[in-house]
């Protein structure tokens, strides 16, 4: 069956994103989120990149306003019931998104797929809490949503062909390039990324060199948009010291051994741009 209503779970940043480039595609988006005033923060950043867009002139103002009137407001599970595909952008922890799935198993229509943009966790394991773990898949974005062209596509160990075939077409609809990975901590991704990043935070904490200094060797020896620092901020800390814990927990190996002074600025509630402090302080 063809996917035309999807839910997004999660209006952050990745989740008003993904709602975003849906809507765009000409979903029906539902964005859910649990608190009003995070679904207003959320559809406040999709609102000002369509606005970018218009004043660009790459959309006109007719466009923008289509696009935000295919994304409604939910705040309650429950608004799941005739949705084709859900994808799940609520915060980095196993035991939330476990919960969201069991949940939504019970209330998603029999054939929707339920799609997590999980950085780390196992697909399987977020799978097995659920009756239908063959349509369960791994879809993950990276930020900003709407910039990026990479999806990674996993599947858990009981995903079927089928369900791969949907989620890789629907990630061409939204102008986008999938690509395969196994199912291990960290994927591609953030298996590469997030080491490189603990290591500029240890060598900050180490005095090898100032924040500015690691983020001019990355970006202008390197060729890197941003540096790590900077990085870890746009990602946001605490996304940060969760998959440095996933990689640990899930590898094994002492060499993924989250940064001290991560664990210390997360600890702080200094989790980047989004709380307006992390390495760098944000307007
Ligand atoms: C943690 C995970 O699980 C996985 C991940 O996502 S890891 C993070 C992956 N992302 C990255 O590594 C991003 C690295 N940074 C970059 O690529 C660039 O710095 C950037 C694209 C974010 C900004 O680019 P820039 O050239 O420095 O700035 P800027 O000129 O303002 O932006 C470039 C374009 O992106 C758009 N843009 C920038 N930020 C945006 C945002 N948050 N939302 C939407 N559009 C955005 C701008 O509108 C601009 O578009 P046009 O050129 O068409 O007008
Ligand atoms: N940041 C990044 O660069 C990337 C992140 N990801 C992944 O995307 C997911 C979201 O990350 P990101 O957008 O950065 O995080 P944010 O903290 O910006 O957003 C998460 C949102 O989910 C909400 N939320 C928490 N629990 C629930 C729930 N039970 N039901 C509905 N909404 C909930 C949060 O509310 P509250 O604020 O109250 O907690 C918040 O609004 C994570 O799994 C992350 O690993 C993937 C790719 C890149």
């Not at 870890?232 to 094994?252: K, Q, R, V």
């Amino acid at each position: 069956m063809a996917i035309q209503k999807v839910m997004v779970i999660g209006a952050g940043q990745m989740g008003s994103g993904i709602a975003q480039v849906c809507a765009q595609a000409g979903y029906d988006v539902i964005l859910n989120d649990i608190k009003q005033e995070f679904w207003d923060r959320g559809i406040g950043v999709i609102t000002k990149n369509l606005s970018r867009d218009v004043e660009k002139g790459r959309k006109t103002e007719a466009e923008k306003e289509a696009v935000l009137n295919r994304i409604s407001k939910s705040l309650d599970l429950r608004d799941a019931v005739d949705v084709d595909l859900v994808i799940e952008a609520a915060t980095e922890n196993m035991d939330i998104k476990q919960s969201i799935f069991k949940e939504l198993d019970a209330i998603a229509p029999q054939h929707a797929i339920l799609a997590t943009n999980t950085s780390s966790l196992p697909i399987t394991e977020i799978a097995a809490v659920t009756e239908r773990p063959e349509q369960v898949i791994g879809m993950h974005f990276m930020n900003p949503v709407p910039v990026m062209k990479l999806v990674e596509v996993i599947r858990g160990l009981a995903t079927t062909d089928e369900v791969y075939k949907e989620i890789e077409q629907m990630t061409i609809q939204l102008e986008k390039t999938p690509v395969e990975v196994n199912d291990f901590p960290g994927f591609i991704s953030n298996r590469i990324l997030l080491p490189m990043i603990n290591e500029a935070i240890y060598a900050l904490y180490e005095g090898v060199a100032t924040k500015e200094a690691i983020d001019d060797v990355m970006k202008l020896g390197m060729n890197h948009p941003m540096g790590p620092l900077t990085l870890a901020d746009f990602i946001g800390l605490d996304t940060c010291l969760y998959i440095m814990e996933i990689l640990h927990d899930g590898l094994g190996d002492s060499k993924y051994r989250p940064c001290p002074l991560l664990r210390k600025y997360v600890a702080a509630g200094w989790l980047g741009r989004k709380s307006g402090r992390g390495f760098y302080v944000y307007e």
